[in-house]
Structure formats: structure tokens, C-alpha cells
């Protein structure tokens, strides 16, 4: 992720409207300063402005701001799924991709649209949009207002909006389960900024060991979480291991 | 033409577990070896590493470690004469690619089958009358006893460093233990797990109800240990990233740690990555194994030839690299005849959660993948089925696995599936739930098989196998009744509210359930009803070995890595002191 960051000038577009990155979590007179984000944070790879307007908008409804967390868009969901739409992920790459195509399978039987996790969402977006402006008089999603953008995706939710490519309930599962992804992911990929998603549950990341607390039952845990960016775990790590790391068995090793 | 490489001695398909058992043991014994592997090597260092490692969206999410499905997967139809379609991305269940195989990502959750499981149709039959269950319940003898797996259940065990504490020695039943075991000549090699909260409140509401909680058997080491094979292993971290995760910590037994480094100190014994098997070449009549041809890194074909071919590959691989080889009569659901890909079953899983909303702090994310708290009271051997109409159980757990938090995030039944309600429901319930799962046994249905497709094709061109499968009522009903028992004891538990997953109406390809797959190449002492024999020899190709959970008759209310352990040195034990110094038919067809 960092190498593809580092070509953020060739890529760098407007941040889309609304994301207020740098906004950390409500309860941060108990957290540490969220640092000003760095240029590569908003830029978008993959999603067109209106795109990204709509993803926002509808990920902030599944996850919302409430008065002591953020909200999706405020935890950079947003930028996580682009990412990972840019992705060899989002190109479908462990997909399994050849036809015949039976899109009306049984759900038992998973996913069956032609379409890559990138295709789906483009299609996906699209189709939405089109109905919103018909439906709404030519408004767009992100202008309906809570109550009417929670309607729409209901719908999508159980297939109540007839998108032309697709079932609408397939796109909204993989927006949904983006949108968790991409508050509870590794800050790293983008999105849960400021760990806000780890600090709402108390999940305390990365930390490689519970060994002297697993049996202190009802231990209340403080410490901050920490990513896998977090060099000093990196080096804790290697550290711990250095007596007794042997040399690669090397089978072959291409 | 494809590439002739020099002879060896034994080829094995595959280089997970059971590839590094027999490549070691194989090259001890003077033979040259050599292991392919469809995947890369890979290595605690530098694969495994931390923090990297600890990485939910890239290996539980993403699935890094596991098979790429654009390369090669399965089609699936619940039932004969639904049209099967490919699994176009993994989800139930997660093979692994690369050395080490599905050992490398397991939670090391380690049992001994009960004995009656290895004689289930005889046991039933004598028990509670050849009326029982019907005969669509294709349940089978396996043709090898527990007394005689004994042995290498508890060398496997030591190989491992499993941690747990005996509930039947040698005769005795001993408190703390699983008084349900089969008589074990040996206590484990190390203590139990540390047990955390969630295994107190367990035990103390199983406790109350009758019931014998114990530590689960876990491969995740309780303290500094050395195998019979030298390799050291470090005390686990409870870090909370087993499944889907290599160990960092030197920590879990995996080939890596436990196995690989005493094998490849055989220069007689390697393995090659990269290699994609695609057929086991044989004779004109199909009665000797030549060796195998495989499709290298760069894509060429190649043909291995060798003197033996030994299947290590992932249970359904077996059976459909059979298929795709012309080797042993295919299974008919229709007729009931043939037998590869006879007997697939799987797992048969359900869940209660108890939500303490606040009341007690649980701390999901301190885990190990083996770290639990069971009871075995409902498992086959275990209770009375008279009047149920169903054979089988399975063992009831709380195990604490993780909260890595994509996907650990329960909340009550009820609560809306996104938006302001169900993120509070999220913060509440994330550190003060509890789950409970059932394990529960599968068994064999005539219509549940493995076959091959007639329509979708690999990367290599080679015909997908294909998977017809449903939960077959037998296991409806024993999960009916044993997550009733489940939700009982979830009531005891103390919590605010409870919720019950039952059994879903069809199995779906989708969800993460178990990657407990098993049978399609299924051991007996009928060939007629099995592929190999009691010591896992091909019935037809006498120098053709198939190691794994393909072999097992029927799935058992556990995990199946242990008695795969068991039945890869039973295996060995036939090869190496009868086989090899006489190779034929050790039994006659």
C-alpha cells in the first residue's frame, strides 16, 4: 500500500465532500491528538467524485456519527474501500471468473455475478443513482436526507429497488461488509482512523501477547491500541524472538 | 511433451502435514522423496512475523494464506439434479496453499475420535437395533480399531506438544479430565491451557447441570517444549491470531515448527513448490502407479515418475485428483455404486451467545485457537439415543479464539443489521458476549458425494470437482436436540439475554463454517464401499497410499486433525515395517 501511496501526485483528485479526515473521535480529551492527515489520505484511486459522494454518504448510514464515536465517514471508510477496489482485491484476482454465468443461482451457492468486487460498484453505483433521480426528482442520493437515504438502502438491503445489472441486495451485502472492513481494518488500509473503530470496542490491535492476563478474570485493559505500522511492536518482536529464532528451513525457498 | 524428471523412490502429492510425516519418516527408512506443493514455501521466519501478521483484513478477510479460487476450486449444488455452479470465492470452508498446508492456519484443536466412531454402523446396529436410522444413513466401520490407533494418537500428541489433561487413563477416569475419552496409555505431554473468564462461566453452569467441562486439547504450547523429533517449541502468547494465521511465536504445531525441520535434514527428502499436481500417472490397466505429472512455476508440465505415490493433499483434493486420473469407479448417487467420492460429509455446527451487556468484562481478544473450555457429555459415545432417531453428537465448547473485530461483533437477536442501534449494540456487546459453539458429527448421506464437473474447468484446463451437498436429516435432529442442550446451558449462564443459531435450513457454499471436510476417498474393508484399505493403500494401485480426512468413513463430533495424525502414522507403520520390504495388496480384495 505504502509503494502505491507514494505515486499519490500522479492520482491526487479533490477529497470528496464531507470527509472531514481529519476529525478524530469524540471522546479525545481522553486520546491522543490524531495527527493532521498526510498528503496521500484523501486521494481517491478508484472512485470518481459522484462515486465517492455516494459511498460516503451511504456508509456514514450504515455506520453513524453519534455523540461519542464517529461514523464511517469521519473514520475514512471511504478511502479503506477505494483502496481496496484499486486493489488486485477489487480486480477480482482470487476469484474464480469464467463463465457460463447463472446470476439467478441459489443463494446457497454464493456469488455468481460476472462482475469483480470493482465492477460491482461502479455498475452498482450507477444504477443507484439513476433511480434516485428518477424516483426523487432528479436529486441525488446523498441530498434525500437521513430518513430517505435509510429508506433507499433498506430497500437495496432486500431487493425492494429493481437495479437493471444486478440484485440490488447483493451490492448492498458487499457495501455493508466493506463499511465493517473499513472500520474495524488495520488503520493502515485507510479507513478506521484514529483506531476509532478498536477504541469503540475496546480491541486493542496488534498486541502480540496476553500470556500474564488471559487468567486475570475481569482484567480491565487500558493500554492504547497499536496498529501493525507500529514499528516499536515490530522491534519489541524481533527482539523477544532473537535467542531462539532459528535459520529458515529454506525447502526450495523460489 | 512434458518434462521427464530423474525417478524417486515415493512422490507425494501435496506438502501439508501429512506429506511432512511421511516424507520424513519415508527418507529415514533410505527411500528418496520428494513433496509437491501447489503453493510457495513459507516459513515462521520470515513469513509469519509480527506485527504484520496480526492482520485481520489480509488473512481472515482476504483469506492470504489460503487456495486462490481463480486457480483452481470446486462447484457445488446442494442436491443431485440442481445444476452446480463454481465457488467463485472461498467461503465455508479455507484450504490453504503453500508448505504446511491447512496446518499452518489451524487453531490447534486437537482430539481423539471416541472408539465406537471407528466401528459406528456395527456400534449403532448392536446398541439400539438395525432400525435405528434408516438406510439413508450410509455410516461405515472403518476397518481399524481405536485400540489400534492408540498408539499414534499419543505419538502424534507428543509430536505436537498438545496440552490438556487426561480423562481416561488406561482405565481410569480421572476428575477434571473427559471422562468420555477412550482409555489413553498416556497423559498429554504438556499442562492445559490457561482458562479465561469465558471458560469459568462455562463450567461453572455445565458444573451445575451435571455435566464434566475440561480444557480443551489445544497444539497451542503451554510451555517450552521439546518434540521427539528435537524441534523446540515457545509457550504460547495467547495473542489472539491462530485461525487464518501462521505463528509467529514458534508457538503452534504446525509442519513449520514441529515436523519440517527434522524431515529436511534428509537430503534425501525435499519438496518443491510451485507444483500443481494434475494427474497420478498409471499403468495401462490401472494397476501401478508410475509416478505423477504436475505443472511446474513457469507452467510446463511435468512428469515425476516414482515408485510410489503417496495423495497428502487436502481431503476433497484426494478424491477428485482420483477422479480426474481415471482411477477407481466413480460413485453413482443413483445406484449406490462406486466408490470415489462416496461418504463426503463435512461438519454440523450451531451456536448459542450470552450477552452479559456490561456485567461481565470478557477480553474476546486475549484467545489462542485452542483455548476452551468443553464438555463431551453429548458427544456419540457419550449418551443414549434411544427414541432420537439419530446417531452421532457432538462436543459443546466455549472457546475464545479472538475478537479481532471484522468479524467478532456480536449482538442480540433482534438488533437491527446497520445504523445508529446496531453500532451501540457493537460497543455494548463486544467485550461482556460469550459464545458457545457445538461441534457436531456429520454423517453420510447416499446423495452427498464428490464427482467431477461437466462444465467448468481450472486454470489448467482439468474438469472442477464438483460437491453435492446437504445436512442430511440424521444431523438435523442430532443438532436439534444437542443445540436445545447448548441453549440450556446458556440459560445457566448468568448473562442478560441469549441468542441460539440453529442449524440453517441448507448448507450454504458461502458462510465460514468449519474446514473439517472429509471422506470421498474413504477407508473400509470392502472395496466395493471403500477406496482404501484399513492401512490407507489404494484397493486397486497397491503402491498408492491416501493419507488424510479423505479416508474417514464419516465426520465425528471433533476436530478431524488428531485422528488424521493418528491414521498418517498407522499408515506408516504398515509401509515402513510390511510394504516396503514386500510390496502388494497388504489386504486381499
Known sequence: MSETLSRRD??????????????????????????????????????????????????????????????????GVLFFIDRQLASAWGAGDRMYLKGPWKPEAAPEQGYQLRFTPAELYRIAIGEIGEHCRQAYGGKEFWDLGEPVMDEVLGKLETG??????????????????????????????GGNRGMAGWRMVGFPGAYAQFVDLVDVHGHEYRREPIGIGNTAAREAHLKAHASHMPAPTGAGRP | ?????????????????????????????????????????????????????????????????????????????????????????????????????????????????????????????????????????????????????????????????????????????????????????????????????????????????????????????????????????????????????????????SPQIAILP??????????????????????????IATGVTYVDAQGREVFQPAGMVVLCAFAHHNPILLL????????????????VGRNYSYQTMTAVSVFYDGTQRINPYMGAGALGTVIDDWNNGSFDHSGLGFVGGGYIA?????????????????????????????????????????HGSSTPHPGNHLGLDRTYTDAYGQPLGMMTFDFPYNDRLMARHLTGKMREIGQAM??????????????????????????????????????????????????????????FPQNAGYNPTGTVGSLTYWALQAITGDYLKNPRPLVQA
Not at chain 2, 324 to 339: H, L, V
Not at chain 2, 401 to 416: C, K, L, M, Q, Y
Request: proline share 8%; glycine share 10%.
Open chain 1, 10 to 75: 500522479l492520482f491526487k483528485v479533490a477529497g470528496a465532500a464531507g470527509a472531514a479526515a481529519a476529525a478524530g473521535p469524540a471522546a479525545a480529551q481522553t486520546q491522543p491528538p490524531v495527527a493532521e492527515p498526510a498528503d496521500g489520505d484523501r486521494v481517491l484511486f478508484f472512485f470518481t467524485d459522484p462515486e465517492a459522494r455516494f459511498v460516503e454518504a451511504a456508509a456514514e448510514r450504515l455506520i453513524p456519527k453519534d455523540p461519542r464515536w464517529p461514523g464511517a465517514a469521519d473514520a
Open chain 1, 160 to 189: 425492494g429497488i429493481a437495479l437493471p445489472s444486478l440484485p440490488s441486495a447483493v451490492f448492498f451485502e458487499t457495501l455493508l461488509a466493506n463499511t465493517i472492513e473499513g472500520f474495524f481494518a488495520d488503520p493502515a488500509y
Open chain 2, 1 to 253: 511433451m512434458p518434462i521427464r524428471m530423474k525417478e524417486v523412490d515415493v512422490v507425494l502429492v501435496g506438502g501439508g502435514m501429512t506429506a511432512a510425516i511421511v516424507g520424513k519418516h519415508l527418507a529415514e527408512a533410505g527411500k528418496t522423496v520428494v513433496a509437491l506443493e501447489r503453493g510457495p514455501m513459507r516459513d515462521t521466519v520470515p513469513d509469519f512475523q509480527s506485527p504484520s501478521m496480526h492482520d485481520e483484513l489480509k488473512y481472515s478477510i482476504r483469506y492470504a494464506l489460503m487456495q486462490n479460487a481463480a486457480t483452481q476450486t470446486l462447484s457445488f449444488r446442494n442436491f443431485v439434479g440442481q445444476e452446480a455452479l463454481p465457488m467463485r470465492q472461498l467461503g465455508s470452508f479455507l484450504p490453504a496453499d503453500g508448505v504446511g498446508g491447512a496446518m499452518v492456519h489451524w487453531n490447534g484443536q486437537t482430539w481423539r475420535f471416541q472408539p465406537e466412531w471407528f466401528r459406528l454402523k456395527s456400534w449403532t446396529e448392536e446398541r439400539y437395533g438395525k432400525d435405528h436410522v434408516g438406510d439413508d444413513v450410509t455410516i461405515q466401520d472403518w476397518g481399524v480399531s481405536y485400540e489400534e490407533l492408540e498408539p499414534h494418537y499419543d505419538f502424534f500428541e507428543k509430536v505436537c506438544g498438545i496440552g490438556g489433561f487426561a480423562g481416561n487413563l488406561r482405565g481410569e477416569t480421572r476428575a477434571g479430565g473427559n471422562p468420555f475419552e477412550g482409555p489413553r496409555q498416556n497423559d498429554y505431554p504438556n499442562p492445559p491451557m490457561k482458562q479465561p473468564l469465558s471458560g469459568k462461566l462455562f463450567a461453572d453452569a455445565a458444573s451445575g447441570l451435571g455435566y464434566h467441562p475440561f480444557p480443551m486439547p489445544s497444539a497451542n504450547q503451554t510451555r517450552a517444549y521439546t518434540n521427539p523429533y528435537g524441534a523446540e517449541m515457545q509457550p504460547c502468547m495467547y495473542c489472539g491470531y491462530c485461525e487464518t494465521y501462521g505463528c509467529e511465536h514458534f508457538a503452534k504445531a
Open chain 2, 262 to 287: 527434522a524431515a529436511m535434514k534428509n537430503s534425501n527428502f525435499s519438496i518443491r513448490p510451485r507444483s500443481h499436481v494434475i494427474r497420478i500417472e498409471h499403468d495401462k490397466d490401472a494397476r
Open chain 2, 324 to 339: 480426474q486420473s481415471g482411477i477407481g469407479e466413480p460413485y453413482d448417487p443413483a445406484t449406490r455404486k462406486g466408490t
Open chain 2, 398 to 438: 466455549a472457546n475464545q479464539t479472538s475478537g479481532r473485530p471484522i468479524n467478532h461483533h456480536p449482538v442480540p437477536d433482534g438488533t437491527p443489521r446497520w445504523g445508529r442501534a446496531w453500532k451501540e449494540a457493537v460497543a455494548r456487546h463486544y467485550n461482556s458476549t460469550v459464545t458457545l459453539s457445538l
Open chain 2, 494 to 551: 448468568g448473562g442478560r439475554s441469549i441468542s441460539v443459531s440453529w442449524l440453517a435450513d441448507h448448507y450454504s457454499i458461502a458462510p465460514y463454517q468449519t474446514t473439517h471436510n472429509s471422506g470421498g476417498a474413504i477407508m473400509g474393508t470392502d472395496p466395493r464401499t471403500s477406496v482404501v484399505n484399513r492401512y490407507l493403500q489404494s484397493w486397486d494401485l497397491h503402491n498408492l497410499w491416501i493419507m488424510g480426512a479423505s479416508a
